[in-house]
């Protein structure tokens, strides 16, 4: 039996594919679509509408957020910082962080968990 050419999320496996295009915005919504999900980690595409966001909380493990395009608010132990598209931060495991959506955007977020 030959292997599925999808990925259990249903993605292409051994094909390019853009990001930006595969998770789509929603008014005053944040949609999810997970690529990955396996026991080692997940990866997971998110589009915020602006205004939109995730209240603080923690993870027991890092998590590498790589904003696709638009502009996030992310605070990460009181200290906020502004990332746009193409650029990348991590938020330490175990530390109170939050994602606000100062423009809309669309960010890859990515758990490798220990």
């Not at 249903?10 to 949609?31: K, N």
């Not at 993870?59 to 638009?70: S, T």
């Not at 910082?81 to 495991?93: D, H, Q």
Request: aromatic residues 8%; without cysteine.
């Amino acid at each position: 039996m030959a292997e599925s050419t999808k990925s259990d999320a249903g993605f292409p496996r051994g094909q390019a594919m853009l990001l930006a295009h595969t998770v789509d915005y929603q008014q005053g919504s944040i949609v999810s679509r997970t690529v990955i999900d396996k026991k080692s980690g997940t990866v997971t595409l998110f589009a915020f509408d602006e205004g939109q966001g995730l209240s603080e909380h923690t993870a027991p493990f890092d998590a590498l957020v790589y904003i696709i395009d638009g502009e996030a608010r992310i605070n990460i132990s009181g200290t906020q910082f502004s990332v746009k598209g193409g650029e990348t931060i991590i938020m330490p495991a175990h530390e109170p962080h939050a994602v606000r959506a100062v423009k809309r955007f669309k960010m890859m977020l990515v758990m490798i968990r220990e």
